[in-house]
């Protein structure tokens, strides 16, 4: 082989060598690290970012609770306004054991008017109306209303008490100044339930919802039943547009 050739053949090599040894000495000072947000599955991560010496990734691909649709709202003739929402709980691996809401209740010139705020818990891919009748602002005042959530534990699925409970022999009459929706809950688990709520929910003859209201049961016994009545100010509007017979009611 020619002299040339050999210097040649030699120089590749050395030229090559040298690439690999400074490739090594910029990964080794000058490269960063892995980390949990360089957007690369490394470091043993089951997921990019999550798993291995990462957080889990059912917690890094958590969703916050959200509103189904709009807070709806409901009045009377007096004035009085009533707010319905409607959330839900979209992971199917962790109940929110606890959280806070936030309603915002906002005039036609977009400023918040009232707030109001309440707590409560939501098990995994579940969903829960919520009822708030307390509202200060009248009716003509109010033009949107929007639901924020903060302060969410979160538990696997399974960890935090789950109620199972049934509502049956619905009945709505019409009693002097009222509406009232009677029933009878029964706690259908093992354990005996505290604080429930009963959401009661008018709808007319269009299928369209007119009204809600709420009560609570204090102390439920396990696998008893219990009845109930909810009582609703009977106005002018809601007695002729109300379907008796369509009413729904749902236990938390």
């Given amino acids: 082989m020619k ?82 929402s409607k959330i839900v709980n979209p992971n199917s691996a962790q109940d929110a054991a606890s959280f806070s809401y936030t309603l915002n209740i906002y005039n036609s010139s977009g400023d918040i008017i009232e707030k109001a705020y309440g707590a409560d818990s939501l098990p995994a891919s579940r969903t829960k109306y919520i009822v708030e009748s307390g ?33 049956s022999r619905i009945v709505t009459t019409l009693e002097g100044s ?34 809600a209201s709420q009560t609570l049961v204090s102390t439920l016994g396990s696998f008893k039943s219990i009845p109930f009545v909810m009582r609703i100010p009977r106005d002018s509007h809601t007695e002729s547009n109300v379907d008796l017979a369509a009413t729904q009611v749902f236990a938390y």
């Fill in 3 to 84: 002299r040339t050739s050999k210097k040649m053949i030699y120089g590749v090599f050395y030229i090559a060598l040298l690439g690999f040894l400074g490739m090594g000495i910029y990964n080794g000072i000058f490269a960063s690290a892995p980390t949990c947000f360089d957007g690369k599955l490394n470091q043993h991560e089951t997921g990019v970012d999550c798993g291995g010496e990462c957080e889990p990734c059912y917690l890094k691909n958590l969703e916050s609770i959200k509103t189904m649709g709009s807070p709806e709202i409901f009045s009377l003739d007096s004035g009085r306004a009533v707010i319905l």
């Fill in 135 to 167: 509202i200060r602002a009248p009716l003509y005042d109010i033009t949107r209303v929007d639901m924020t959530f903060s302060n969410i534990t979160w538990n696997p699925r399974g960890a935090s008490l789950q109620e199972n409970l049934t509502v």
């Fill in 178 to 211: 009222q509406i009232a929706i009677s029933g009878e809950v029964k706690n259908e688990s093992a354990i005996s339930l505290r604080d429930i709520k009963l959401v009661g929910i008018l709808f007319n003859t269009f299928g369209q919802k007119i009204f």
